[in-house]
């Protein structure tokens, strides 16, 4: 069993996808959890590793997934494998959204294309 506190989470800055809180990224924990709050467009990317889970709780987003144009809506999740590109391109003003990562995500693990 591992607990993870609040008062342990931490702000992240990703070249990718800008301000994020990491609310678990632990060794020994085979995935990571970071919430985006008012997430806005992205930079295309990739991910060499991780597959890449986002969770839409409040809001919407329209993202581009290999060339494919996808909308969401609260509570809709969409699964990346490593390797497909993706970017957010339009969001609403507020969203939420949690981004989990397996294995968990690492800067080098991302690339732009």
């Not at 070249?15 to 990571?32: A, D, F, M, Q, Y």
């Not at 008012?38 to 991780?50: G, V």
Request: include cysteine; charge should be negative.
């Amino acid at each position: 069993m591992k607990i993870i506190k609040s008062d342990g989470y931490k702000e992240i800055n990703s070249n990718t996808c800008g301000r994020l809180v990491e609310l678990c990224n632990n060794p020994g924990v085979p995935i990571s959890i970071t919430k985006a709050i008012n997430l806005k467009p992205t930079t295309e990317h990739a991910h060499k590793k991780s597959t890449e889970i986002y969770w839409l709780l409040s809001g919407t987003l329209e993202m581009v997934v290999e060339k494919e144009n996808i909308k969401l809506n609260e509570g809709d999740i969409i699964v990346m494998s490593p390797g497909e590109f993706h970017k957010v391109t339009k969001a609403s003003e507020e969203n939420v959204v949690v981004v989990l990562s397996t294995p968990p995500w690492s800067p080098t693990d991302e690339f732009i294309k």
